[in-house]
């Protein structure tokens, strides 16, 4: 099972490190270099969360049409083998946009687009295999080993690809993009090489599917649970929207250079593998609600010091928000997963999560939407890049007030009822697809 466990993990990993440089590293070329729209950027990056929903049918649809004999190794090596294409596409994609606009976006949408159906493809299968291989009792330490090894391949592919870019060029650019979609090719093929068996005897759990109407409709039909929603989608959504802009902010504020902007993944990433560890044993100490509070606040005090750093023009003031911002994403991460297990209480576990899952999916969209739309109009308006990205974050702040007023009218004790216990803070990450 040790085997099987470190397989699941390098195809978590192999999808994963897919999204890092073109999340840290070619959203900042199209917007700084390049001079694209950032909501031009923000929709090509968003193609996953946009076609996340897919994930419903592409998960009925496997369990009832295997292939070769596979019930999910195809479907995990055909969403891979997209993923890989486009992370190796997409830097010529950038540069055709700047030769031939409506040309370069034509193509821009069918290769980020086939991106973002691979993630979801291929993330959607390995996860159910995950939950097969595994079984209930051992499912928690499955979950554990994937999504470590998934956060120190981020931390490990945002520093290299910041390596390979150390003196910049479009050659470099191509070939650190090759670099990492042909590793995340070899990690998946040696973790799906006799990882299912094929034509299996054993009997696999089955898979509850809910399409996104009957999520919605578990959500409005109780009062507690849109509260949890509302709240959910606007914090995770101040959290998670400055995504597509951290690494161009530091461009534009201080000058960094694109080896620098892509390290700030990997600052970020290693403090909130830290926190992690710190939100778990908190969590025998401090209440959900009260370590959630303090993961929002933290949010809040992260993008303060990060706008105050570009009024003054100080870099140290700006790592120090990315420090905090690490760390406020973790112990929220940890928090709010803990409350989402507790608010399956009031009806079918796989129901709630999933509609736990989508209030993140749809941050995750509105998210970027947001700050592309926000930062072009203000830049447009003030004739300031900066002016345009501390706009966006001190509306992340406002976002994060509001989610904490939400929170204060959010009884949990309606939902203790739900056992919980077995279940490790890593486990609740991935069952709720947060990360």
Same mark, same amino acid.
């Given at each position: 099972?040790? %085997?099987?466990?470190?397989?699941?993990?390098?195809?978590?990993?192999? !999808?994963?490190?897919?999204?890092?440089?073109?999340?840290?590293?070619?959203?900042?070329?199209?917007?700084?270099?390049?001079?694209l729209s950032a909501l031009l950027v923000a929709v090509l990056v968003s193609l996953p969360y946009l076609f996340s929903?897919?994930?419903?049918?592409?998960?009925?649809?496997?369990?009832?049409?295997?292939?070769?004999?596979?019930? %999910?190794?195809?479907?995990?090596?055909?969403?891979?083998?997209?993923?890989?294409?486009? !992370?190796?596409?997409?830097? *010529?994609?950038?540069?055709?946009?700047?030769?031939?606009?409506?040309?370069?976006?034509?193509?821009?949408?069918?290769?980020?687009?086939?991106?973002?159906?691979?993630?979801?493809?291929?993330?959607?299968?390995?996860?159910?295999?995950?939950?097969?291989?595994?079984?209930?009792?051992?499912?928690?330490?499955?979950?554990?080993?994937?999504?470590?090894?998934?956060?120190?391949?981020?931390?490990?592919?945002?520093?290299?690809?910041?390596?390979?870019?150390?003196?910049?060029?479009?050659?470099?650019?191509?070939?650190? +993009?090759?670099?990492?979609g042909l590793a995340a090719l070899v990690f998946g093929v040696i973790g799906l090489l006799w990882l299912e068996e094929?034509?299996?005897?054993?009997?696999?759990?089955?898979?509850?599917? *809910?399409?996104?109407?009957?999520? +919605?409709?578990?959500?409005?039909?109780?009062? &507690?649970?849109?509260? +949890?929603?509302?709240?959910?989608?606007?914090?995770?959504?101040?959290?998670?929207?400055?995504?597509?802009? @951290?690494?161009?902010?530091?461009?534009?504020?201080?000058?960094?250079?694109?080896?620098?902007?892509? %390290?700030?993944?990997?600052?970020?990433?290693?403090?909130? @593998?830290?926190?992690?560890?710190?939100?778990?044993?908190?969590? %025998?100490?401090?209440?959900?609600?009260? &370590?959630?509070?303090?993961?929002?606040?933290?949010?809040?005090?992260?993008?303060?010091?990060?706008?105050?750093?570009?009024?003054?023009?100080?870099?140290?003031?700006? *790592?120090?928000?990315?420090?905090?911002?690490?760390?406020?994403?973790?112990?929220?991460?940890?928090?709010?997963?803990?409350?989402?297990?507790?608010?399956?209480?009031?009806?079918?576990?796989?129901?709630?999560?999933?509609?736990?899952?989508?209030?993140?999916?749809?941050?995750?969209?509105?998210?970027?939407?947001?700050?592309?739309?926000?930062?072009?109009?203000?830049?447009?308006?003030?004739?300031?890049?900066?002016?345009? *990205?501390?706009?966006?974050?001190?509306?992340?702040?406002?976002?994060?007030?509001?989610?904490?007023?939400?929170?204060?009218?959010?009884? !949990?004790?309606?939902?203790?009822?739900?056992?919980?216990?077995?279940?490790?803070?890593v486990d609740r990450a991935v069952i709720a697809n947060e990360v």
């Open positions: 099972m040790t %085997r099987k466990r470190i397989q699941l993990g390098l195809i978590h990993v192999a !999808v994963t490190i897919t999204l890092v440089p073109i999340n840290s590293t070619l959203n900042r070329i199209m917007i700084k270099e390049l001079a929903p897919i994930q419903v049918a592409i998960g009925s649809f496997s369990d009832k049409h295997p292939l070769f004999g596979w019930k %999910r190794t195809p479907y995990i090596a055909l969403g891979l083998l997209l993923c890989v294409g486009g !992370v190796i596409a997409s830097p *010529y994609i950038a540069y055709l946009i700047i030769e031939n606009y409506w040309l370069g976006v034509a193509v821009g949408v069918i290769v980020f687009g086939a991106w973002g159906m691979g993630f979801n493809l291929a993330s959607v299968s390995y996860f159910a295999l995950a939950t097969e291989i595994s079984g209930e009792a051992r499912r928690s330490r499955t979950i554990a080993v994937m999504f470590f090894m998934m956060i120190i391949s981020i931390i490990l592919t945002s520093f290299s690809v910041g390596e390979m870019l150390e003196v910049f060029s479009t050659a470099a650019l191509y070939r650190a +993009f090759l670099l990492v094929r034509s299996q005897a054993v009997e696999h759990l089955q898979e509850e599917h *809910y399409s996104w109407k009957e999520m +919605f409709s578990a959500i409005t039909s109780n009062k &507690q649970a849109t509260r +949890f929603f509302w709240y959910l989608l606007l914090l995770l959504t101040a959290i998670l929207g400055q995504d597509i802009l @951290l690494e161009p902010y530091g461009a534009e504020a201080f000058g960094l250079t694109v080896q620098q902007t892509t %390290r700030i993944t990997t600052i970020w990433g290693t403090f909130f @593998l830290i926190s992690l560890s710190v939100g778990g044993m908190l969590e %025998r100490r401090v209440s959900k609600i009260q &370590q959630a509070k303090i993961g929002a606040w933290s949010g809040i005090a992260a993008f303060a010091l990060i706008v105050l750093s570009g009024v003054l023009s100080s870099l140290s003031v700006f *790592y120090i928000g990315v420090v905090l911002l690490g760390l406020a994403t973790g112990l929220a991460t940890v928090s709010n997963l803990s409350l989402m297990l507790d608010m399956t209480a009031v009806g079918s576990v796989g129901l709630f999560i999933g509609a736990w899952g989508m209030a993140s999916a749809l941050a995750r969209l509105v998210g970027n939407m947001l700050s592309g739309i926000v930062r072009e109009g203000m830049t447009a308006i003030t004739a300031s890049a900066v002016v345009g *990205y501390n706009t966006v974050f001190i509306i992340e702040v406002v976002l994060l007030v509001i989610s904490l007023a939400i929170l204060r009218g959010v009884d !949990v004790s309606l939902f203790q009822k739900q056992a919980n216990s077995e279940l490790s803070y």
